[in-house]
């Protein structure tokens, strides 16, 4: 089992930027590939970024990729979620996941474990 818990949702102004964290406990980090996925209201959940669980390979949705960064620190059990330039579109609930050993489709959403979420707002 994985316990995974999102950290640094808020509201910001259009341009600003925001560093998401996702904790992770219960088993080895390190073996876990990280995706970041986000849902807004009454649309369909979406892949935003993952790397994978050797922190070689990362991916992008089009739709953030030059703006998002992913990274992660395998010392402290975290994944981060570094948003810039984010705009009104980028509203949703952010949710981190988790998958043992995963070396592609990164951005498939079947990831084994997930975490509850945290809201980000952009305004306008």
């Known amino acids: 089992q994985v316990q995974l818990v999102e950290s640094g949702g808020g509201l910001v102004q259009t341009g600003g930027s925001l560093r998401l964290s996702c904790a992770a406990s219960?088993?080895?980090?390190?073996?876990?590939?990280m995706g970041w996925f986000r849902q807004a209201p009454a649309k369909e959940r979406e892949f935003v970024a993952a790397i994978s669980w050797s922190g070689s390979s990362t991916d992008y949705s089009d739709s953030v990729e030059g703006r998002f960064t992913i990274s992660r620190d395998n010392a402290k059990n975290t994944v981060y979620l570094q948003m810039n330039s984010l705009k009104p579109e980028d509203t949703a609930v952010y949710y981190c996941?988790?998958?043992?050993?995963?070396?592609?489709?990164?951005?498939?959403?079947?990831?084994?474990?997930w975490g509850q979420g945290t809201q980000v707002t952009v305004s306008s």
């Open positions: 996941a988790a998958d043992r050993w995963r070396t592609d489709r990164l951005w498939n959403s079947d990831y084994g474990y």
């Open positions: 219960g088993r080895t980090f390190s073996w876990y590939t």
